[in-house]
Each structure stands twice: as structure tokens, then as C-alpha cells.
């Protein structure tokens, strides 16, 4: 099992920055790939952002491509989400995932969730 807490969203102007943070604890020894979905209420979930274990290969959704970027430090187990030129269509709940199989989590097909940060993009 693997427990994963999020944090830093927050409300900010169109056009500003935001880092997301995750801390994966529990069985943290195998190589998941981590990431992040968002949702808006009545829609479904959306993948954002991935990277594999190793860092080797990140993952992005077309809406994001160019703004953000996804990182992570296996010595913290952490990932993190830096989310650049922010807009009104970024805002919603942003979710923190992990899978051993990467296309898994960029289809929302993971057990390991964490409870979600609010991103509000709105002048």
C-alpha cells in the first residue's frame, strides 16, 4: 500500500505560477511511476503529468504541454507539479497518483490516490 498527501494549491491571478507537492509514504520501495490528475466537478477525471521512477520519461496532457513541468526526488519520495502561465481553465481538483504501469495512471486506472488540493485560477 502506498499513501500519497498533497499539497500547495491555492487561488491565483491568470497568468501566475503554482507548485503542487506530493509525499508518497508506505510501501515506497517499488518503482512507480507518480503524477497527476485533475477534475472539475461533472467532468471526468484528467491526466496532467507523469514521471517514471527513474525520471527518465515525463508524460504530459496536451492542455498543459509547455506550462508545466513535473519533477521528482526519489530521496524525499515526493513529486511535484510547477504549473507556469496559469489559466481560468486550470482550476479544479488536482490529485496526486502512483502506478507500477505508467499507462495506468495516465488513465486514472490506479489504486493509489491522494485526497486532493484545489487549484483556483481566477482573477
Known amino acids: 500500500q502506498v499513501q500519497l498527501a498533497e499539497s500547495g494549491g491555492g487561488l491565483v491571478q491568470p497568468g501566475e505560477s503554482l507548485r503542487l507537492s506530493c509525499v508518497a509514504s508506505?510501501?515506497?520501495?517499488?518503482?512507480?511511476?507518480m503524477g497527476w490528475l485533475r477534475q472539475v466537478p461533472g467532468q471526468q477525471r484528467e491526466f496532467v503529468a507523469a514521471?517514471?521512477?527513474?525520471?527518465?520519461?515525463?508524460y504530459y496532457g496536451d492542455s498543459v504541454k509547455g506550462r508545466f513541468t513535473v519533477s521528482r526526488d526519489n530521496s524525499k519520495n515526493a513529486v511535484y507539479l510547477q504549473m507556469n502561465n496559469l489559466k481560468s481553465e486550470d482550476t479544479a481538483v488536482y490529485y496526486c497518483?502512483?502506478?507500477?504501469?505508467?499507462?495506468?495512471?495516465?488513465?486514472?486506472?490506479?489504486?493509489?490516490w491522494g485526497q486532493g488540493t484545489q487549484v483556483t485560477v481566477s482573477s
Open positions: 508506505g510501501n515506497t520501495r517499488r518503482a512507480y511511476t
Open positions: 514521471q517514471t521512477w527513474d525520471g527518465g520519461v515525463s
Open positions: 497518483a502512483a502506478d507500477a504501469v505508467s499507462q495506468d495512471l495516465r488513465n486514472g486506472r490506479t489504486n493509489y
